[in-house]
């Protein structure tokens, strides 16, 4: 059985199953940053939303080679592009070192 997992916005993933849609405005543009796309000029959140969909497909293939990961229960999300824990019930960011709880960005030990 699959485990429902919350978007990386927060919440509980909404259709399609990426969630994009629910994710705030400004974090959709850092996605689209973080893949090297500028978010500049983008005046309707349906049009970034759809670019986001667009870098994130290109760019996320396949999942990158397992990186140091805080444990073993991470797996790459595709949809997200970040490592997620169904037993921490959190995404983690490599680049950043940061973990995503459903609600906000943490620089923190996720297991305290």
Do not use: M
């Amino acid at each position: 059985k699959a485990e429902a997992r919350p978007s990386a916005a927060g919440g509980a993933a909404a259709e399609p199953e990426d969630g994009y849609e629910a994710w705030p405005v400004a974090e959709l543009a850092r996605l689209l940053r973080e893949r090297g796309q500028d978010p500049r000029g983008i005046t309707e959140k349906a049009e970034l939303v759809q670019r986001v969909r667009k870098a994130v497909a290109a760019t996320s293939a396949s999942a990158p080679p397992r990186p140091s990961l805080p444990d073993e229960s991470y797996v790459f999300d595709k949809s997200s592009g970040y490592w997620w824990s169904g037993k921490h019930r959190h995404y983690f960011d490599v680049r950043s070192g940061c973990f995503y709880d459903g609600a906000r960005w943490l620089r923190k030990n996720a297991s305290t």
